[in-house]
């Protein structure tokens, strides 16, 4: 997610953000990679449709983003939340 989000830069997430409603185009979420389960993949909602969210990194030029253009359309229910804050890691 860089430049947006650094390597190893904390995240905070609203779990409850969506109880009521779907993501927003442009939201930052976190979801479970809908191709690997254990994985957890922070990415921006590009557009969402009746079943799920398009999901993409703000870096569009790196071509083996782990992103929606790999694997298509994310499932509603594979979306933790919104990220709402970030920090950087102390050293």
């Given at each position: 997610m860089?430049?947006t989000?650094?390597?190893?830069e904390?995240v905070?997430?609203?779990?409850?953000?969506y109880d009521?409603h779907?993501?927003n185009?442009g939201?930052?979420?976190v979801?479970?990679?809908?191709q690997?389960p254990?994985i957890?993949?922070?990415?921006?909602?590009?557009f969402?449709?009746d079943i799920g969210a398009y999901?993409?990194s703000?870096?569009?030029?790196e071509?083996?983003?782990?992103?929606?253009?790999?694997f298509?359309?994310?499932?509603?229910?594979?979306?933790i939340?919104?990220v709402?804050?970030?920090?950087?890691?102390?050293?």
């Open positions: 860089e430049p989000l650094a390597a190893g904390i905070f997430i609203d779990h409850r953000a009521n779907r993501p185009n939201d930052v979420v979801a479970i990679h809908p690997q254990g957890e993949i922070v990415k921006r909602v590009e969402t449709d999901l993409v703000d870096n569009r030029s071509t083996n983003a782990a992103d929606s253009r790999r298509g359309v994310v499932p509603f229910e594979l979306i939340g919104r709402t804050a970030t920090a950087r890691a102390q050293r």
